[in-house]
């Protein structure tokens, strides 16, 4: 077989699609594509794709389950034949996380057809903080964006929640959007076997008609532009990014933190795409929704749009200043308008306190749930009319059956999902009573957003829809009142926390939540607050990062009280993001830096030992992706390489980088355990984490899946602490991990030494 030398440079870390079609492996025919290695440049390997591929599965998944991972029982051992020796010399490729790597490769070579490819070692060995973070830029987010047009239907229209009978794709129309309507119905005619069925919505959307439509379930339109078809003008969706696993459409909350990540990524087009739809979703369905599916007509999420669309301002082309300006003044329009009909309006607003609550308006069973969800709910209420569980669900979700106490309890289980937090013990039969923390920190920051950007960006020149000017002093005056209610209402000084408030029974509860750091976040706390609030850090901050609530909150744990996913031992992305943030603001970088290391932990060893997995939230305690929680855990189920992570956990990785210096990265590059970074603990961090982990391991586990949890092995801490840079105190700063007291100064850390943006890494350990 005859060979030759190809000249053509290529980037061993560029893109799939770049990677697998240019250069070197441009044909993907052995006879065309070996070269020879060049002095001092790492090794190259001539692969058969479709039989490494095999032989890779065949030796090493031994689980079946399609990926490489520390569970198999393989040998984790594989020779690869020499590019520089035509394949006839091998060299032997060892290690869970290389060959979980290699799987990944030959999947993404055979995507473009390759039959050959040429593969660098440095595609395999790479360092895994490079390479989770390449993956997201390069792929996930390509992986998780949809349009809603004539190419993206097919693929948006799909709902894995859809347990209704009637599963043709449908999509909603608003009543005043007849182009669009025109351009979905030639589309339907266009593409029969889409079995597409075209809907308008009516002028008022009330509660009763987005019940009648539950058996009817459909994706709602989103933002469309004019633009040049073949045959002329038509239309094209506005693309965005979608969460992932079963949840694809856009969701409210998930989407912001997916455009910081976009826009920490260069994405600003997308980004800024995702603003404008949620402008379109307040304009044509009163609010930003749960998500675009009819079901979700009804409810909101925690409202992020001011912040959202400042951050995409702030990266537009300053040569356009205008263009910018008019187009922030549109999107400022929609979040008064949501801000005023939405929030600020019963029953959501709460008169006495002028606090706001998750309240939405709804009825019936929420349709969007697995169908078994609430029978452990509706059982005694079936027995007691002597019918099954599901012929009560049909009367009571046709008012044939009145019963008051639960009404209650779905009231304030749409309020826990349009809250983002379900489910929780926090909010378990209460939840639409309370004037969250969170939610009224995200209102505050709206206060401020509106009236800082009328000042120092819009040259004092805002107005609503209706046409009144808006006032920065008016916008400034309602910051400061919410700011005193929330003081009065949700802030407790002894214990150095903000709670949220019971507005029927007119008490503050008692659950220690992490969404307490987002009145930092928004700027709310006073330097004093945000002093005690740094000092209850301990109580939530886990070898993985911040719990969502403390133990201690969430309650004993048994067969009839399960574990919640947003109480503890979970952690999720939007409070580590809030958190880093709110104490950056407060110039707390030490804190910030430490607590994006151990979330940057956490994600970068599961995706070293997990064939690359970019999971929905982590057992921050167990240091596992393998919950045992209601739902499971998204993101997890697929076969061979990863294509889409998770939404919010591609953003936190990408931001939480923006953190930690030079040499936390190179801690992080070989997965170095966050504790042995610092000289010092706390007593109360080491005798709180003892006793939680403990109790994590027997009520996650179970006692049966310890094998699936990612641990630490004294070996592996041998091996990484000769890694760790010789100078703790040069490296990684004096009070990475020091005990706050009194005395603590805000400035005793400079922000250039937990922000370096260098990379520097170390070389990732052989597993």
């Known amino acids: ?24 492996n441009a044909n993907g025919d052995r006879k065309k594509i070996s070269t020879v290695k060049e002095r001092g440049k790492e090794q190259r390997f001539v692969i058969d794709v479709d039989k490494t591929f095999n032989q890779i599965l065949e030796q090493e998944d031994t689980d079946g389950d399609g990926q490489i991972t520390i569970n198999d029982l393989g040998p984790k051992v594989l020779s690869l034949g020499t590019a520089d020796s035509g394949g006839y010399r091998k060299f032997i490729i060892k290690g869970n996380y290389m060959l979980s790597n290699l799987l990944q490769e030959l999947a993404l070579a055979k995507d473009y ?72 119905k030639e589309i ?6 889409l079995n597409l069925d075209v809907q308008y919505l009516p002028k008022d959307i009330t509660a009763n008609y987005v019940k009648s439509i539950n058996d009817k379930p459909g994706i709602l339109t989103l933002k469309m532009r004019k633009c040049e078809g073949t045959s002329g003008p038509t239309l094209q969706g506005v693309p965005f990014v979608v969460p992932g696993g079963r949840f694809n459409e856009m969701y409210g909350w998930d989407s912001y933190f997916e455009a910081l990540g976009l826009l920490s990524d260069g994405r600003i087009d997308l980004a800024k795409g995702m603003v404008e739809n949620f402008a379109y979703e307040i304009k044509h369905y009163g609010k930003i929704l749960n998500a675009n599916r009819s079901y979700y007509l009804s409810r909101s999420q925690p409202p992020f749009l001011t912040d959202m669309a400042i951050k995409v301002y702030n990266e537009l082309n300053p040569f356009e200043s205008k263009e910018n300006k008019d187009w922030l003044r549109e999107v400022f329009k929609s979040a008064i308008k949501e801000y005023h009909n939405v929030w600020m309006a019963e029953p ?61 309890y779905f009231l304030h289980d749409r309020a826990v999902r349009e809250s983002g937090h379900d489910t929780t013990y926090r909010f378990d039969g209460i939840c639409a009573n309370l004037a969250t923390v969170d939610l009224n920190a995200l209102l505050y920051k709206y206060e401020t957003d509106i009236a800082d950007c009328i000042t120092d960006i819009l040259d004092d020149d805002l ?81 993985g990062g911040l719990v969502s609530g403390t ?28 958190a880093w943030a709110g104490f950056d603001r407060y110039g707390m970088w030490d804190i910030a830096a430490r607590l994006a290391y151990r979330w940057l932990y956490i994600i970068t060893k599961s995706f070293v030992e997990f064939n690359g997995v970019v999971p929905e939230k982590f057992d921050v305690v167990g240091l596992s992706h393998k919950v045992e929680v209601e739902y499971g855990n998204v993101g997890v189920d ?30 992080l590059g070989t997965c170095t355990d966050p504790d042995l970074l610092s000289a010092t603990e ?23 899946v310890s094998a699936a949890v990612t641990k630490i092995k004294p070996d592996d801490i041998i091996r990484q602490a000769a890694m760790v840079p010789s100078s703790p105190r040069d490296s990684i700063g004096d009070n990475l991990l020091a005990p706050i007291d009194d005395s603590y100064n805000l400035e005793t850390v400079s922000p250039a030494s937990f922000k370096s943006n260098e990379s520097n890494f170390l070389s990732p350990l052989e597993n």
């Not at 077989?1 to 070197?24: C, H, K, V």
């Not at 660098?120 to 998780?144: Q, T």
């Not at 574990?563 to 503890?568: P, S, T």
């Not at 961090?685 to 049966?704: D, F, P, V």
């Open 1 to 24: 077989m005859s060979f030759r030398r190809i000249s053509e440079s290529l980037d061993p870390t560029a893109s799939p699609q770049i990677y697998y079609t240019t250069g070197r």
């Open 113 to 184: 057809g390759r039959k050959y490819v040429i593969l660098d070692e440095a595609r395999l060995n790479e360092n895994p903080v490079s390479r989770l973070s390449r993956m997201i830029k390069d792929i996930f987010w390509d992986g998780l964006t949809r349009c809603i047009d004539a190419e993206g239907l097919e693929h948006i229209c799909a709902d894995p929640k859809n347990r209704s009978d009637n599963i043709s794709p449908r999509i909603y129309i608003p009543y005043d959007e007849a182009d669009v309507y025109k351009y979905y």
């Open 188 to 193: 339907s005619e266009q593409r029969p076997h």
């Open 348 to 408: 959501r607003l709460d008169r006495k306190t002028m606090l706001s609550r998750y309240r939405p308006d709804g009825q019936g069973i929420p349709p969007e749930t697995e169908a078994s969800h609430f029978d452990h709910i509706v059982s005694k209420y079936a027995k007691k009319y002597n019918i099954s569980i599901s012929e009560f669900n049909r009367l009571y979700n046709n008012n044939e059956i009145k019963e008051p106490e639960l009404d209650e």
């Open 463 to 543: 107005e609503d829809f209706e046409g009144n000017k808006q006032s920065a002093e008016e916008w400034i005056k309602r910051a400061e009142q919410r700011r005193k209610n929330i003081d009065k209402y949700l802030w407790n000084a002894e214990e150095k926390l903000y709670f949220d408030y019971d507005t029927i029974k007119e008490e503050m509860t008692t659950y220690e939540s992490a969404t307490a750091y987002w009145m930092m976040w928004a700027g709310c706390a006073s330097e004093d607050q945000a002093k005690k609030l740094a000092k209850s850090v301990y109580k939530f901050e886990m070898v």
């Open 551 to 578: 133990e201690k909150s969430r309650g004993k744990i048994s067969l009839d009280r399960p574990n919640r996913q947003w109480d503890f031992p979970f952690g999720w992305a939007p409070h580590q993001i809030m």
């Open 638 to 667: 697929f076969k061979f390489v990863p294509r889409e992570g998770f939404g919010w956990m591609n953003a936190s990785y990408q931001l939480g980088l923006e953190y930690i210096n030079k040499q936390m990265k190179r801690a």
């Open 682 to 704: 706390r007593l109360e961090i080491l005798t709180i984490r003892r006793k939680s982990t403990i109790a994590a391991r027997e009520i996650t586990c179970n006692g049966s």
